[in-house]
């Protein structure tokens, strides 16, 4: 695999987490920044680490993690989803909409949710890709995903601003359908 095929991978892999970056930006106020930077670090360690575990496990548990990663990603993304939009149809905000940064166990369900199927793909590099090339590949499906993850949360930021008050329903209403379509793809089209 090429240098510019690796980062083709990573931009693929990043695109769930900037989907959920832009939902963090639309419903955590104030500090954009630290938000952004949190946002970004997060998914970038779990995008670079998740390959990396996946080509260390070989293809002994292909069939383990592709049968159940879908689903694990689907309950995480809906809980977290489902808890907002059931928040603020109870009047209530989401405990991170209107503050300046999100609970570290909410972005790591985040992480976690988003990066699960970047593990198969490290189980594919174990097949294609030596060591050394397997580690500038994580590095680079980690930086690939800290920038489009970092620039996310303020186009975000610029939709929850539009939104005002709706930005905890929409943002969970996001992360279900990202849920549902990581779901769809996996068991229908994979």
Known sequence: MSLFEIFLVGV????DAFAVSVTNGMCVRG?????????????GVFQGIMPAAGYLLGSAFIDLISRFDHIIALVLL??????MVYDSFKGEESPNAGSSFLSPKTLILQ??????????????F???????RM????????LTTFVI???GVFVGKRFGDALSGKATLV???ILIAIGVKIFIEHTFFS
Do not use: E, P, Q, R
């Open 111 to 124: 992480g976690v949710a988003t990066s699960i199927d970047a593990l198969a793909v490290g189980v594919s």
């Open 149 to 151: 993850s970092f620039a």
């Open 12 to 15: 693929g892999l990043a695109m």
């Open 171 to 173: 943002g969970g209403a």
């Open 126 to 132: 174990s097949t294609l890709l030596g060591g050394g």
């Open 135 to 142: 580690a500038l590949s994580a590095v680079m499906v980690a």
């Open 78 to 83: 809906c809980y977290i989803g489902g808890k």
């Open 31 to 43: 500090k954009a920044l630290a938000t952004a930077a949190a946002c970004g670090l997060c998914f």
